[in-house]
């Protein structure tokens, strides 16, 4: 089992960056893929990024492809979400999701909540106009 914890969100104006951070506990953090997540106010909470085991595999969804990235460091058990270029539509609480895989891809429903076994609490994203 793992527990995923999330850091790094605020407050930052249009075109800025901010990092997200997500630590895991658990010894087998090395294969579970990883995802990100966000749920504006009266939305759905959505897809946003997901990575294999090595990092070899990275999908995106449409909307932040191009200004987002995902990385993971296996050793300090941390899956990381770099935003650049923000803008107010990215505006959301941020989760990270994780589940345990024999294998180093990513299931092809990687867009689905239902895939991933385990959930962190969340960090706020605003970003001002």
């Known amino acids: 089992q793992v527990q995923l914890v999330e850091s790094g969100g605020g407050l930052v104006q249009a075109g800025g960056s901010l990092r997200l951070s997500c630590a895991a506990s658990?010894?087998?953090?090395?294969?579970?893929?990883m995802g990100w997540f966000r749920q504006a106010p009266g939305k759905e909470r959505a897809f946003v990024a997901a990575?294999?085991?090595?990092?070899?595999?990275?999908y995106y969804a449409d909307s932040v492809k191009g200004r987002f990235t995902i990385s993971r460091d296996n050793a300090k058990k941390t899956v990381y979400l770099q935003m650049n270029s923000l803008k107010p539509e990215d505006t959301a609480a941020y989760y990270c999701?994780?589940?345990?895989?024999?294998?180093?891809?990513?299931?092809?429903?990687?867009?689905?909540?239902?895939?991933?076994?385990?959930w962190g609490q969340g960090t706020q994203v605003t970003v001002s106009s």
């Open positions: 999701a994780g589940y345990y895989s024999d294998y180093d891809v990513v299931r092809p429903q990687y867009k689905s909540e239902a895939t991933y076994d385990y």
């Open positions: 658990g010894r087998t953090f090395s294969r579970y893929a």
């Open positions: 990575i294999s085991w090595s990092g070899g595999s990275k």
